[in-house]
């Protein structure tokens, strides 16, 4: 009789364990999503005359390309998706090599891309049809 008992009681202790950890698996294994939402925007910049310490510029004329936001961050493990709106007047691309992400857009054009965070460190975002000083790089986050 105690002996039955005694089988009960560990049989119960059992399937407590395994029902513990077939829950903590459960949301390990849950996936996080983070969506952003990218603007890429060309600022065009035209100076005659500015003259600091001494120093002048004449007839300065710059196109500069930033994606709003330039930078993200996520925690491995996280699917990203991205929606990128190009408000340039121009082409412009939005690479991220590690990740194969690699997305060309029209001018006006929108595009989405959707990848997995699956390694922790510090990646470029840039724009494979503009030198760096004019479509400024950003970066991709991604921690432990
Ligand atoms: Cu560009």
Redesign the pocket.
Known sequence: MKMKKYIVVLLGASLGIILALACQSQTEKETKVANFKIH?RAYDTKIDSLTIENFTLRNVRQLN?INEPSDLSVRVGTKVNVKIINE?PIS??FTIDEHNVNKTLKAGETASVSFMADKPGAYLIW?Q??PKN??LPGSFMVFE
Do not use: K
Request: net charge negative; glycine share 0%; proline share 0%.
């Open positions: 890429i390309v340039s412009e691309n724009c049809l503009h004019v479509h």
